[in-house]
């Protein structure tokens, strides 16, 4: 509730540390021991605040003072180094301020259940923030601290951090996989709920590809790793979610500068009211009254329902994103895509499964096993089916040199041959690419791809959901692109592009529409994801440019998993505007019926936790949001 304790409000990095909203408050000091703490100090507080109605005289009144010191040292602490070192005021000086100026004027009583509720208040801001932050870094968390690896013929366990690329890592059934690799022997089931949300765990065997995080179901398997856990999926993924509240939507910011400015506002009435308004009455006691009324105002007007809920939203919001293989890089994105107004769509990979299978090899007999060599580095899917179709082993000796440019081709030095796999030329239905060795066509091979079952539904649920206009952008030829567009309910189609082509067509799209995305595999599209108002890459598990430049990464291939994070937005959203309207009108009739004297510190007290409460309860649906 204090403004240093959530980095949605304060503007001062440092105040990260006891961030209350943040995803590195992961340690077990702040994982329980700080609740624990505010909970024993409550019920301490509470206890000996109980007690004093039962005495009276000195007693009472050392009972309440002891009661208010446990519950409100910290409180009053922060309040004054954030007025010292930063020279500003927050909810913490508003409730010191309100409760010292209540024992001034004997309101002992009041003064130590303002800073017992306002404490309630807080602890259960943490709760349920620390219920958003699990909900997200349970995806990822629970990675191995150390790794089997087979070195010298011998096994050996040694720290996660100390595997490099090219260890042999064992990995025995019921073991949660800790890095990046490819299966050398050993079949198994993969269970990949974690990264992708998706349930059903995959078959894995030798060759295949996995992915720190998901756990091997059955059997032992031993594989090469390609990337230092650092460098691994699970561990950008995971620096992706910790680092996603950096970006802030604009009702955050707007909240952020409303809640300074509103606070001085609401300091500056109360002192108005305090010391002003009794020289315009003449009525006896009018000073202590009106005091009075300055500092229920102060209590009142707190703005932890608006600071807490609307941060908390967006937190809960991405979570459950989370829990359904969606990672939203922050707020500002969970704030985008609420307002779609039209889907650009790449086609292989995307709308396709992507898992493209030769069908045809002409020309030279050396034309497939050129080809396999020169695409043996890449991760696209037709250089994966060009390599799988050869079956044979890729001496890596024989590759000297290999670029791969995006939306053109491979090119490769093979031995004392130059090699380049590109487009065909020739024109045709199906997809091909042709072969060139010395600058020469030795060959073709034509590919073939299959529409994923669920593109058809998650284009009309994207209309649905209010994109105007869906385009497809693809470097297909336009006869390929069409049939596929047709097949699944796509408006429009470009076709034959370049990246670069895609970026200008994406830029005509929304100069005509509105507000755009564009979802890519993340492989080829990092131009056209960066410029998109919102870029969503598909299967973006093993992409190294899908998690670094797009901000929606949909960790499985499901294209139906975009609508459903339009849902899980718009739901957000909605819940921010009703938390912030709620917040205000509430807080505003307790104002009103104050300044009329109908209402006294109490009311006040309920009013401002009971608000704040039933915000985070309302931010906290957003967690919860049922996905029919």
Request: charged fraction near 20%.
């Amino acid at each position: 509730m204090a403004s240093e304790k959530c980095c949605e409000v304060s503007e001062n990095e440092s105040a990260c540390e006891s961030c209350g909203c943040c995803a590195e408050k992961l340690s077990a000091e702040n994982d329980g021991g700080e609740v624990r703490k505010q909970i024993a100090k409550i019920l301490i507080s509470g206890a000996l605040f109980a007690a004093s109605f039962f005495l009276q005289g000195a007693a009472h009144s050392a009972l309440l003072l002891i009661a208010y010191i446990v519950v409100g040292y910290e409180v009053i602490i922060g309040a004054a180094k954030e007025l010292v070192r930063e020279f500003s005021i927050d909810e913490e000086f508003l409730m010191t301020i309100a409760t010292v100026g209540a024992w001034a004027i004997g309101e002992s009583t009041e003064a130590v259940a303002v800073m017992l509720f306002y404490s309630i208040g807080e602890l259960l801001e943490d709760i349920a923030c620390e219920r958003s932050r699990k909900s997200i870094t349970a995806l990822l968390a629970l990675r191995p601290d150390e790794v089997t690896v087979k070195r010298n013929g011998a096994l050996e366990k040694i720290a996660v951090e100390e595997v490099a690329a090219g260890d042999i890592a064992v990995v025995i059934a019921g073991e949660r996989i800790a890095v990046d690799g490819v299966i050398l022997s050993g079949e198994t089931m993969i269970d990949n709920s974690a990264l992708t949300g998706e349930s059903v765990p995959v078959a894995a065997g030798v060759g295949d590809s996995v992915y720190g995080g998901g756990i091997n179901t059955s059997g032992s398997i031993e594989i090469r790793v390609t990337k230092p856990y650092a460098e691994s999926s699970s561990a950008r993924i995971l620096q992706l979610v910790e680092n996603a509240q950096e970006k802030k939507a604009k009702a955050e910011r707007f909240i952020t500068r409303f809640a300074r400015k509103y606070t001085v506002a609401v300091v500056l009435l109360a002192l108005f009211i305090a010391f002003v308004c009794p020289a315009f009455t003449g009525y006896a006691e009018t000073f202590v009254s009106w005091f009075y009324r300055g500092l229920t105002l102060l209590v009142v007007s707190c703005p932890c329902a608006f600071v807490i809920s609307v941060p908390l939203s967006f937190f809960a919001g991405i979570g459950c994103a989370s829990k359904n293989g969606i990672l939203i890089k922050g707020s500002s994105s969970v704030e985008t895509l609420s307002k779609l107004k039209a889907v650009a769509l790449d086609k292989t990979g995307t709308i396709t499964k992507g898992d493209i299978s030769v069908t045809a090899v002409s020309g030279s007999e050396e034309t497939l096993r050129l080809a396999a060599y020169a695409e043996s580095r890449s991760s696209h899917p037709i250089a994966k089916a060009i390599v799988k179709e050869y079956g044979e082993k890729i001496e890596d000796s024989m590759i000297i040199s290999c670029t791969e440019q995006a939306g053109k081709g491979v090119t490769a030095t093979i031995g004392q041959d130059e090699i380049f796999v590109g487009k065909s030329k020739n024109g045709g239905e199906g997809l091909s690419v042709s072969v060139y060795k010395n600058g020469v066509e030795i060959g073709a091979i034509s590919l073939s791809d299959s529409i994923k079952p669920d593109s058809a539904s998650a284009v009309a649920a994207l209309k649905a959901l209010g994109a105007e206009k869906t385009v497809m952008l693809s470097g297909d030829r336009k006869a390929a692109a069409v049939q596929v567009a047709e097949q699944v309910g796509i408006d429009d189609v470009r076709a034959e592009l370049r990246p670069e082509d895609k970026c200008k067509e994406l830029e005509k799209l929304r100069e005509s529409v509105g507000l755009t995305a564009f979802v890519g595999d993340g492989i080829n599209d990092a131009p056209v994801l960066a410029l998109s108002d919102i870029g969503v890459a598909m299967g973006g598990l093993g992409s190294d440019a899908a998690i670094e430049t797009a901000d929606v990464v949909i960790l499985d291939d499901r294209l139906s998993r975009l609508p459903l994070a339009v849902k899980i937005s718009k739901q957000t959203m909605k819940i921010v505007y009703q938390c912030v309207a709620f917040a205000f009108l509430a807080k505003l009739a307790v104002i009103v019926l104050e300044l009329m004297g109908m209402a006294g510190m109490w009311t006040a007290v309920f009013a401002d936790v009971g608000v704040t409460i039933l915000a985070i309860l309302n931010a906290l649906r957003a967690l919860n949001y049922k996905v029919k």
